[in-house]
């Protein structure tokens, strides 16, 4: 902390921009993966750089034809998971869905390994 008696709170901005405005600091290049419906993701198209789910994850689902990805997400309160090309599959790495944890989800091989990001 730079000074404790001058604490800035978080308050004019949600935390996934919070998040996303990190990576950029960072010099990460990621863009935000908007939902179709509340929740629901469908990553249809290989993407240039990483990319962060725009709200909490209920569902995502890495389309026919993506066959590597990272996406950044929160998992929603009734997250349900990944699938690929819509068939279900188990990934490795768990998950708590709290609605609040940021974990990376890559996808390579067929198969999607899911990591908390951070602490």
């Not at 026919?64 to 990934?91: E, K």
Request: no cysteine; hydrophobic share 45%.
């Amino acid at each position: 902390m730079i000074n404790t008696d001058r604490i800035v709170p978080v308050m004019a901005t949600d935390l996934l921009t919070l998040y996303g405005n990190i990576f950029k600091i960072a010099g990460e290049t990621i863009s935000a993966l908007q939902a179709t419906s509340v929740g629901v993701f469908e990553l249809t198209t290989a993407a240039s750089g990483d990319q962060l789910a725009a709200e909490p994850v209920e569902s995502l689902d890495f389309a026919d034809g993506v066959s590597a990805a990272t996406v950044y997400f929160i998992p929603a309160l009734n997250y349900q998971g990944f699938t690929i090309a819509g068939a279900a599959t188990t990934p490795e790495g768990d998950v708590v869905a709290d609605g609040s944890t940021l974990y990376k989800a890559e996808l390579a091989d067929s198969a999607v390994t899911i990591s908390k990001v951070g602490f």
